[in-house]
């Protein structure tokens, strides 16, 4: 983990709020439907990865509620207009209606307890063309300058609402883990208090990597991210990220936040530390960042030996370890 650190992740302050980028009523289409406004602008991706837990008297019922939720999920990050209660209901609403026509596919990431979790794919165009063609919408867009001001305000709203979940699924659905080996160490284990149990001494080899399917994804929305916000032509408050070495290939982006808490916030979740849980034996660590950037996972490496010292009757009818990500 020792290793030479590049300037991975730097910022440079400015102020100049003034020099963003100026956009026109066509740069995205806006719709409206029971006081909610859903934007869909060219850094919308073409999918949205979002995981979610459905619960249900029978697994069928338990997945199905998942889509929902990941439905419910993946449009929120299309609202522009102001949460509120009913908008609430209204997402909520349509959640459940397109619930089986805007998912591409899922898969199921485990059962258990009453309760599913998966992976699903939601398509933002799928749910714009099902939503045009409802009756109650209303296409918002206009041509007059307080219609392109609007427009400018949506567009910057949507920016930040899309980084900030892909961002903050950095540590969730963005990294795997992967247990190496599990066995009993070979060493001598430390004495047991006096009455106390005998203990035993586990040995854990395990990695973590970044999730390539996530991967790929995030940086295709940070070329995006880059290119929408004329990051390689300009420098407001700008968010520099680098995940691989640079030569023949272009693994960095430059990102104009012009907003100071907009920068924060990508910086927070970029230097997050990585969680580590072991449910089995209730162990939860954290680690920081090689590199001090969670997207230099897999150029610096992270891989880590862990001696588990644990007393010999807690391991009675354990045959294995859950390992994950997060505590």
Not at 99 to 123: D, Q, Y
Not at 245 to 267: C, H, K, L, Q, W
Request: aromatic share 8%; hydrophobic share 40%.
């Amino acid at each position: 983990m020792i290793k030479k650190i590049i300037a991975l992740v730097c910022f440079t302050a400015t102020s100049a709020l003034s020099a963003a980028p100026v956009w026109t009523a066509m740069d995205l289409v806006s719709l409206a439907i029971h006081g909610v406004r859903f934007s869909f602008s060219d850094l919308v991706p073409k999918e949205i990865t979002v995981d979610a837990t459905g619960y249900g008297k029978t697994q069928e019922e338990a997945v199905n509620n998942a889509l929902v939720i990941a439905v419910q999920k993946g449009i929120g990050v299309l609202v522009v207009s102001d949460a509120t209660v009913s908008g609430d209901k209204v997402i909520r609403d349509l959640a459940a209606t397109y619930s089986s026509g805007v998912v591409n596919s899922f898969e199921i990431l485990v059962c258990g307890n009453g309760g599913c979790t998966i992976r699903a794919k939601v398509s933002p165009a799928r749910f714009q063309r099902k939503l045009m063609a409802d009756s109650n919408v209303v296409q918002v867009n206009g041509k007059d300058l307080h219609a392109q001001h609007m427009t400018a305000q949506n567009v910057l709203k949507q920016r930040i609402k899309l980084t900030e979940y892909y961002f903050s699924q950095l540590h969730q659905s963005g990294l795997d883990i992967k247990v190496k080996s599990v066995g009993l160490a070979p060493v001598a284990t430390p004495l047991a208090p006096v009455g106390g149990p005998a203990n035993a001494t586990i040995l854990m080899d395990y990695e973590v990597r970044m999730n390539p399917e996530f991967k790929k994804d995030f940086i295709s929305f940070l070329q995006r991210l880059e290119k929408d916000t004329n990051g390689k032509t300009e420098n407001h408050q700008q968010v520099y990220i680098q995940w691989g070495p640079t030569g023949f290939f272009d693994n960095r982006v430059f990102i104009n936040a012009y907003s100071p808490d907009f920068r924060v916030m990508m910086e927070r979740y970029l230097a997050a530390p990585i969680s580590i849980g072991i449910r089995e034996v209730g162990i939860c660590e954290r680690f920081e960042p090689p590199g001090g950037n969670v997207m230099t996972v897999d150029w610096y490496g992270f891989r880590k030996t862990k001696y588990i010292t644990v007393p010999v009757n807690k391991l009675q009818n354990v045959k294995s370890l859950t390992v994950s990500i997060g505590c």
